[in-house]
């Protein structure tokens, strides 16, 4: 709290009036983040190249959480606070980006919550903050949701 109040330029007094715990200043926080996150992936939907927008919209993901240690335990772990506007927002950019043909007919919002997540946890737990890994695993993800040629997959 010591370094918020600091960083913000008033005292811990203020801080504690509106925060009365860490928890609650984290929770708030929290709350911005996945409201900015919402307004990205808004943004992303009203371009009009959908899997375009898309792609950009998952490595810029994986670019913010590289920085944004706490957006990245909030979308991995989901106990702060949940991300369900974001989920459905994230499903309907799916939506838009499939005619595109450069995703998987079967991609959702749950495939790119855990593949997004999963690698989220890790890099976390690896203490990995180096942008340009997060941006590679921004890229697997992609290349795990584009289709593949049905003979890999029957062949699979």
């Known amino acids: 709290m010591t370094q918020v109040a600091e960083r913000a330029g008033v005292t811990k007094a203020t801080i504690y009036r509106n925060y ?22 808004r943004a992303a939907l009203s371009e009009p190249d959908a899997y375009g927008a898309f792609a950009a919209y998952i490595i ?7 920085g944004d240690r706490l957006l990245a335990d909030a ?9 369900a506007p974001v989920i459905e927002l994230i499903s309907q950019l799916i939506d838009a980006a499939k005619p595109s043909g450069k995703l998987r007919p079967d991609t959702s919002a749950m495939d ?3 593949l997004v997540c999963g690698a989220v946890l890790q890099l976390n ?3 990995n903050r180096e942008p340009g890994v997060w941006r590679r695993y921004g890229e697997m993800t992609l290349a795990a949701l584009r289709p593949w040629p049905e003979a890999r997959i029957a062949s699979a």
């Open 20 to 41: 009365p715990t860490k928890e609650a200043l984290i929770s708030a926080v929290t709350r911005h983040q996945f409201h900015m996150l919402e307004s990205r992936t």
């Open 60 to 66: 810029d993901l994986f670019e913010w959480m590289a």
């Open 75 to 83: 979308l991995s772990e989901a106990t702060v606070v949940g991300p």
């Open 112 to 114: 790119v919550r855990v």
């Open 125 to 127: 737990r690896l203490g």
